[in-house]
């Protein structure tokens, strides 16, 4: 439960600290797959502020799993990594870690551009804004 609030309080930030434009670069067709580094966070519509070591923070999809890594301390090491299982339908991704399903929604998805926003169980909204590595 702990590592799956954390994967998605991940995913969530990175899409709130981007816009939510649903204009013509919303390609919610183009590719999931692959490593996504954290860009920007927002929560509950205002910008978080990311130290060098949490933009660092990666989420890589593969065809059916997704793995989080976040970096932390002095050197920036590897702090935590998680891999959990997800199914994508339409613009919604559910993860599933410990017996628990969380589903964040994508918002903006290009070649290059990853937005992901979710909104928990007390109606916090948190997005996150990634870049294709």
């Known amino acids: 439960m702990k590592l799956l ?5 991940v995913l969530v930030l990175a899409v709130l600290f981007s816009s939510c ?9 183009d590719s999931l797959m692959g490593t996504w580094k954290v860009t920007s966070q927002k929560y509950n519509g205002e ?16 065809e059916s799993k997704v793995t989080s890594t976040e ?7 590897e702090e935590f990594s998680e891999t959990d299982s997800y199914t994508r339908n339409g613009n ?20 290059t551009t990853l937005e992901l926003t ?16």
Request: glycine share 2%; with cysteine.
């Open 5 to 9: 609030k954390r994967l998605s309080f």
């Open 21 to 29: 434009s649903k204009d013509d670069d919303n390609k919610l067709e």
């Open 47 to 62: 910008a978080q502020e990311l130290d060098v070591c949490e933009l660092k923070t990666t989420v890589k999809f593969t």
């Open 71 to 77: 970096y932390e301390g002095e050197n920036c090491a």
């Open 92 to 111: 919604t991704i559910s993860i599933t870690s410990e017996g628990e399903t969380v589903n964040i929604e994508i918002t903006k998805l290009t070649s």
């Open 118 to 133: 979710q909104v928990d169980e007390d109606n916090d909204v948190y997005v996150q804004t990634y870049a294709k590595q």
